[in-house]
């Protein structure tokens, strides 16, 4: 995995100075907006060859454009896509690359704690601080490679120091010492001759008829026998001054092992006799050879930044995503705020005409009104007000100027307000005030059923946290009034 970090932190430093040269000062931004350039390029190519553009891109980049150009009439679409892009690429390129360089310093820290060194020692914990797991992988020429999860021993006590010090042990019985044999009377692999029992104070020794099959730690050496033998194993029992021996009988049958497991424990033979002979050293020196054969040992550290990186990267892609969930619920965010406003729009050309204004002098006075607390307050319905008159300034007529205000909040209502006002100046007709407030009292009781509907849906959202709080006030009276009984 670390080559594939470090081929990603190459290809972010080439991006950086391929990018210098881009606008902006964040250096994401700047490889956002080399990225975009390029990307262009490449499908400009393709389409020059093609004899055409791809259609599904160019309707997702118009659908996309007349998106931001909803919730931004003002900016022009092209900035607006592009900066659209240039923010998710930004954001997933962060993302990646913050996810890159925390892999690369967990693989580091992986490895700044690693046990063995280059001349094949296995460095121990001092005393008291307790036996080490650690993963090794032996290869030997020639065979498969075998991995241990091998414990390593803290630093023992030399004799003197032992005796200073209370060893304990502890208490056996005879059925926890099978270990994976099915009962005494067979027994093939490694006895479990534990040196204590939870819960009791006694400390235990073992003594065996036959070392050389049974050893005292349970180990097992059956690989050499012909035939079954009965071992007799003694377990001493002591506590304070009080002593107490039990005997088991053992029947070791031989052993049935393929090339590979003979190999495996000749391996385990060979560590086990350096931990004897270095028990009391620092560092141990793995065994060099087996059978006349070289052997190459590896621990096996586990980093875990594989996984952080993929988390990384899966993080980047939902930030990505999330761009384009933020969009649609900024659009949503618009309809809502237009329906709630359309009483007031309607309303107010109702007022002004029916003072004597005309529909244009109208929709000014309502851009005027806007454009003074502009600051204060964003208004989506007034902000295409204003958009209408800038148009009808720059001498477009009011039929299309009121056509393409409707268009633009691309909701009924105003389709249908601005129906009205064009049928209006094109056929004329005396009774546009009459239904101007017809439309008022009907929008406003829209707004009525829109507000209760919104609380509807406020009171559902509350609901998943009044049940938790009311779970929480439970078991805040449950406990007490449980520990009370129990008393």
Not at 97 to 119: D, I, N
Not at 380 to 400: A, K
Request: aromatic share 12%; with cysteine.
């Amino acid at each position: 995995m670390v080559y594939i970090y470090i081929v990603l932190l190459v290809i972010y430093i080439l991006l950086f100075f391929l990018s210098r040269k881009e606008e902006g000062r964040n250096p994401f931004r700047r490889m956002a907006f080399f990225l975009i350039r390029k990307r262009q390029d490449i499908f400009g190519k393709k389409a020059e060859k093609g004899g055409g553009k791809n259609w599904k891109q160019e309707l997702y980049r118009k659908q996309l454009g007349n998106k931001l150009k909803t919730l931004h009439p003002s900016a022009a679409v092209q900035e607006q896509v592009r900066e659209y892009y240039a923010g998710q690429y930004s954001v997933a390129l962060t993302v990646a690359f913050a996810g890159v360089l925390l892999c690369l310093l967990l693989w580091f820290g992986a490895r700044e704690s690693s046990l063995l060194t280059e001349e094949g020692y296995l460095w121990r914990n001092s005393y008291g601080q307790g036996d080490v797991s650690v993963q090794l992988l032996a290869q030997i020429e020639g065979e498969e490679e075998e991995i241990f999860q091998y414990i390593l021993e803290e630093r023992k006590y030399t004799q003197e120091e032992a005796e200073k010090l209370f060893q304990e042990a502890v208490e056996i019985l005879p059925e926890i010492i099978l270990g994976n044999n099915e009962s005494l009377e067979d027994v093939r692999s490694d006895l479990d001759l534990v040196t204590e029992i939870e819960g009791c104070p006694f400390t235990l020794s073992w003594d065996s008829s036959s070392y050389g099959v049974v050893n005292t730690d349970g180990t097992v050496e059956n690989a050499e026998l012909q035939e079954a033998i009965i071992v007799t194993l003694t377990a001493h029992f002591q506590y304070e001054k009080w002593e107490w021996d039990h005997q088991l009988a053992v029947q070791v049958n031989p052993a049935i092992y393929t090339h590979r497991e003979k190999l495996r424990r000749r391996l385990e033979e060979l560590l086990r006799v350096q931990e004897e002979q270095t028990g009391t050293r620092e560092a141990m020196l793995l065994p060099d050879s087996v059978d006349s054969r070289r052997i190459v040992w590896k621990e096996i550290v586990e980093d875990g930044s594989g996984y952080l990186f993929m988390l990384a990267l899966f993080a980047a892609c939902m930030l990505y995503l999330g761009r384009g969930w933020e969009l649609e619920r900024k659009l949503e965010q618009r309809k809502k705020q237009l329906l709630l406003d359309y009483p007031e729009v309607v309303n107010k050309l109702a007022l002004y005409m029916g003072a004597g204004m005309t529909i244009r002098n109208a929709f000014a006075r309502m851009g005027e009104d806007y454009r003074r607390q502009q600051k204060e307050r964003f208004r989506y319905v007034y902000e295409e007000i204003l958009i209408t008159c800038y148009e009808l300034q720059s001498g477009r007529s009011e039929r299309e100027a009121y056509d393409h205000f409707g268009k633009r909040c691309q909701v009924q209502a105003y389709r249908k307000l601005s129906t009205l006002l064009s049928q209006n100046i094109r056929k004329g007709s005396n009774d546009l005030l009459y239904m101007l407030r017809q439309e008022a009292d009907q929008a406003f009781a829209e707004r009525k059923n829109m507000a209760r509907k919104l609380g509807e849906e406020a009171g559902i959202k509350l609901l998943l946290p009044m049940m938790m709080m009311l779970c929480i006030v439970m078991v805040i009276i449950m406990i007490p009034a449980y520990f009370s009984f129990m008393i």
